[in-house]
């Protein structure tokens, strides 16, 4: 930038060069506009990069034989307070037999769960924590709960259909509504769980799932009314905590309430797969609300089970728990106490601990680790693949397979590209090349059968081919280009053999996982592209990642300056004394770092930092499956209209074998587009961008780094560089991207 500039802020020019407008109410100089609205300005919609988990320790043997079935991680959103891996290290660290994560509404954490689990050596068990419709539940208000009840808000969550509001799960101390917990028992039991789950949430809203027992039974079963002794099933069904129909049914309206409910659990899902569950955290009705409950069971036939209803990993993050039970209801500490419970008691304990607390309950212990290691199995076992393309027959009729399909259509994609074989505009290539692309064709088609990636660059194919029946400029973006394939198919403009590009930088034998093609769209239409494959696919197979949208600097001190009682000017200006992506320092030390964040506030802000908070809608990734994937990945609305989501983030879909396409929206097509639309209007010239030159002048600017407003070379960092390393070819520009994506920074391979 020269010295007689205008005094533009940085911001305000990447505005306008993305086409944007001003945000609302931004007038004078000096004013300083949120940039991005909705978030704290404190975090861009996608996930924090998650490492590879590592072990710390492996799982102790010998005890009391214990599994605790039923702990919620900080996926249960602003309830639990550990994050799963914690959860699965404390659980090893303890002796348990088995450990199972049930989440609010969904399995979110299950990846994560999983891994860490499997690192340690702990058996995993898979479940949720569902809220039920239900009459009674509709009949209670969210302003119902008194502080008299004196229940633990720290455990409450989602609510019913009839509050199904953007803030229907937040804003009181206590939301209103019944709870299940449900365990698979084995694959086929998660798949239909994870159906289960998205059926609740896509037949209400977000935030506020809806489902009966009715559609549970139908979803879980395949049947409704099991009539009390069908045989073990595919899942076993917790009575749950204090918001479980059957304790809430017992300490609302006594034994006679509770046990029509437990009757209607049997009947709906069978008595050897119902189980009452005890649990104990110190409160004075525990103990009488335990021995109601028992007698239900052995009155019923019923397996007695002994839970400690886990919100958090050790004692020690009981505080924390509680804040975000403040940030919940929107509310602080002081005006929550009321709901809290006494004590922080909702935390792992081992089999000893277990046995002795539970000492009046014979076989309650010793039934949940039986019942624990009936239910564990690996997560792994659920991998999908991608859907069928569905190919054309053939001249005799008979279906082309998708290898078959895939050298047809490149075929005639190179007869458009490069000529026929013998034709004049080949020859014309080979004179000028000094080689023909159809041997480069034959390799990686070879390679691409023999990886079995057919159908994915058919999925591909589709989508582009969808663009140009609507006239949507669209580009395969990054390694892509190296491919002679994705340019014959139309996926990419830029031709890899007269670039001399390398394939082998795009799909190897040695890669792990199926190619990565992004696609960019023009940003004003790739809506109607992320409809079209929901509609293609339906929302049963296809559906976005979703983004873990965490704690970072701003949002964790704004949260825990709430939760303390701090006023929301104040909670806002130690907020601002934070970068948008920095770390917190050291409570002591905020003088040296120019705040004046109480240390209070410091503390357990570091304590949420990296938590999961809510999610988000990833930019563009989609994930498809050869079966439902919500059988897979539950699925949930998004608050953008028409838009589902997975409740996993992309490195959770990668881990778990789920392959993501990814659709982008790109401003600077739509500004392309419009040009090339604007000569044919008046120049009468259809521009064919995969036949440009490669103009020494273009580079020359380049080289200048005047290359504002144009994509991937437009970064400082890049502007930085491109002088120094002066590219003169395409792939010089290969060369360039690459060194200055954050992969070779981090490593100290370049310093720009």
Not at 2 to 11: A, E, L
Request: aromatic residues 6%; negative net charge; contains cysteine.
């Amino acid at each position: 930038m020269g010295f007689n500039n205008p005094d533009v802020p940085w911001s305000d020019l990447e505005r306008m060069l993305s086409s944007r407008l001003p945000p609302a109410g931004a007038g004078g100089p000096g004013h300083r506009a949120e940039e991005r609205p909705g978030d704290g300005s404190d975090s861009p919609a996608w996930s924090r990069h998650r490492l590879p988990y590592e072990a710390h320790g492996s799982r102790a043997r010998g005890g009391v034989p214990y599994a605790e079935l039923h702990a919620h991680s900080n996926f249960s959103f602003l309830d639990g307070a550990s994050h799963p891996e914690d959860l699965a290290e404390e659980a090893a660290r303890l002796g348990l037999d088995a450990l199972a994560l049930c989440d609010h509404n969904g399995l979110y954490g299950v990846v994560r769960f999983a891994e860490a689990a499997r690192a340690v050596g702990l058996p995993t068990i898979f479940g949720s924590e569902l809220t039920m419709s239900t009459p009674a539940t509709a009949a209670t208000p969210a302003a119902a709960a008194t502080p008299a009840t004196r229940t633990a808000a720290v455990a409450g969550t989602a609510t019913s259909r009839t509050a199904r509001t953007a803030t229907a799960r937040t804003a009181v101390p206590d939301p209103p509504g019944r709870h299940l917990v449900i365990l698979a028992r084995n694959p086929r039991g998660y798949a239909r769980l994870a159906r289960a789950i998205s059926v609740a949430q896509m037949a209400g809203e977000k935030n506020a799932p809806h489902i009966t027992y009715e559609d549970l039974s139908v979803t879980l079963r395949g049947s409704s009314g099991a009539s009390g002794d069908v045989g073990r099933g595919d899942h076993l069904i917790l009575t749950g905590c204090r918001k479980g129909t059957v304790p809430a049914a017992l300490m609302a309206d006594g034994p006679a309430a509770a046990e029509r409910e437990l009757h209607r659990l049997i009947n709906t899902f069978g008595r050897e797969n119902v189980a009452v569950e005890l649990w104990d955290h110190g409160d004075p009705l525990d103990g009488p609300r335990n021995d109601a409950l028992v007698e239900l069971a052995l009155r019923n036939g019923c397996e007695v089970v002994a839970t400690n209803n886990v919100h958090y990993a050790t004692p020690d993050q009981r505080r924390l728990a509680t804040a975000l039970a403040a940030v919940r209801a929107r509310t602080s500490l002081d005006e929550i106490d009321a709901w809290l419970p006494g004590g922080g008691s909702a935390h792992l304990r081992s089999g000893a601990e277990q046995a002795a607390r539970f000492a009046r309950y014979p076989g309650a212990v010793e039934a949940a680790a039986r019942l624990g290691l009936e239910c564990a199995f690996d997560l792994r076992l659920v991998a999908p693949n991608l859907p069928p393309y569905p190919c054309p027959n053939d001249a005799s009729g008979r279906p082309l397979t998708e290898m078959e399909f895939l050298r047809q259509l490149v075929g005639k994609g190179a007869e458009r590209r490069y000529g026929s074989p013998g034709s004049q505009s080949l020859a014309r290539f080979e004179a000028m090349h000094s080689k023909s692309p159809y041997p480069q064709l034959a390799h990686e088609l070879d390679l691409i059968e023999q990886l079995g990636f057919a159908g994915y660059f058919l999925i591909v194919w589709d989508i582009v081919e969808f663009c140009g029946r609507r006239n949507i400029l669209c580009q395969g973006r990054g390694s892509a280009a190296n491919s002679a394939v994705c340019y014959a198919l139309g996926i990419t403009n830029a031709d890899s053999v007269a670039l001399g590009l390398l394939f082998e930088r795009f799909l190897s034998p040695e890669r792990d996982g199926p190619p990565d093609i992004d696609i960019d769209i023009e940003s004003a239409r790739r809506e109607e592209v992320i409809q079209y494959v929901y509609q293609r696919y339906g929302r049963t197979h296809a559906a976005q990642v979703a983004n873990v949208i965490t704690y970072r600097a701003k949002s964790s001190i704004r949260d825990m300056a709430r939760a303390l009682g701090y006023s929301p000017g104040q909670q806002d200006a130690w907020s601002k004394e934070t970068d948008r992506y920095g770390s917190l320092p050291e409570v002591g030390t905020q003088e040296q770092h120019g705040m004046s964040v109480p240390d209070t506030v410091l503390d357990m802000a570091q304590e949420v930092l990296n938590s999961p908070r809510h999610l988000g809608i990833h930019s563009g990734g989609m994930v498809l499956c050869d079966r439902p994937v919500i059988e897979v990945c539950p699925t949930e609305w998004a608050r953008m209209e028409n838009r589902s989501v997975l409740q996993w983030d992309k490195e959770d879909c990668a881990a778990a074998g789920l392959v993501k396409f990814d659709l982008l929206g790109l401003g600077m097509l739509g500004a392309i587009h419009e040009t090339l639309d604007l000569i044919a209007e008046f120049h009468g010239v259809n521009i064919d961008l995969a036949k440009l030159p490669q103009d020494d002048d273009v580079y020359d600017m380049i080289c200048d780094a005047d290359t504002i407003g144009v994509f991937q070379i437009e970064s400082r960092a890049q502007m930085a560089t491109l002088p120094r390393l002066r590219p003169r070819t395409f792939y010089d520009l290969v060369v360039e991207v690459a060194l200055i994506r954050p992969g070779p920074i981090q490593g100290g391979s370049v310093h720009p």
